[in-house]
């Protein structure tokens, strides 16, 4: 939760989206209007429980949830055809690898798919973002995490921010 989706995540999103990054190669912000209307007529299936909300008006508001949706789901088609491919395809490697760490049944070939496409995200993620965009977030060790403990669903902190709220 914290170190993927409200981490890596939301860190690259900002980085498409924000203004303090329109020189560079990667932002979108100028089309985010566009990419928000592709992202409203997405119809997620019934197990989605959050309705995705205006990228426009809430990314920079978006709860672990959200963010874990826009990784798995809706990121790659909503932004195909507007964020450069080499960032599309960098950005891929991600998702691919988080929705076999949520995997129910993770092989040992699987998790060496996973672990192979987690190397290739953070070996390229300075030369996508800058050298200075790698923080202890990109280089976590969710394979090894999966490896001891099970799927990434199985040791999450979404239970436990579920009971906060519960709590409050």
């Known amino acids: 939760m914290h170190s993927i989706l409200l981490g890596v995540t939301k860190t690259v999103t900002n980085k498409w989206f924000s203004p303090t990054e329109s020189g560079q190669p990667y932002f979108v912000g100028k089309k985010l209007k566009e990419i928000s209307k ?25 709860k672990a949830t959200e963010f874990q949706m826009w990784l798995l789901f809706y990121a790659l088609p909503c932004l195909d055809g507007i964020l450069g491919d080499k960032y599309l395809r960098h950005f891929a490697h991600l998702c691919e690898a988080v929705h076999i760490l949520l995997g129910d049944k993770i092989t ?57 709220a519960m709590i409050l």
């Not at 592709?38 to 978006?62: A, G, S, T, W």
């Not at 030369?127 to 490896?147: K, L, T």
């Open 38 to 62: 592709r992202l409203q007529h997405v119809q997620p299936p019934d197990f989605i429980e959050r309705l995705p909300r205006d990228l426009e008006l809430h990314y920079n508001h978006f």
């Open 108 to 164: 040992a070939e699987s998790l060496e798919i996973a672990s192979s496409l987690l190397d290739i995200f953070y070996k390229d993620f300075a030369d996508c973002y800058g050298a200075g965009s790698c923080g202890i977030n990109v280089h976590n060790a969710a394979v090894s995490c999966v490896r001891q403990w099970g799927p990434l669903w199985a040791w999450s902190c979404f239970c436990f921010e579920d009971a906060n």
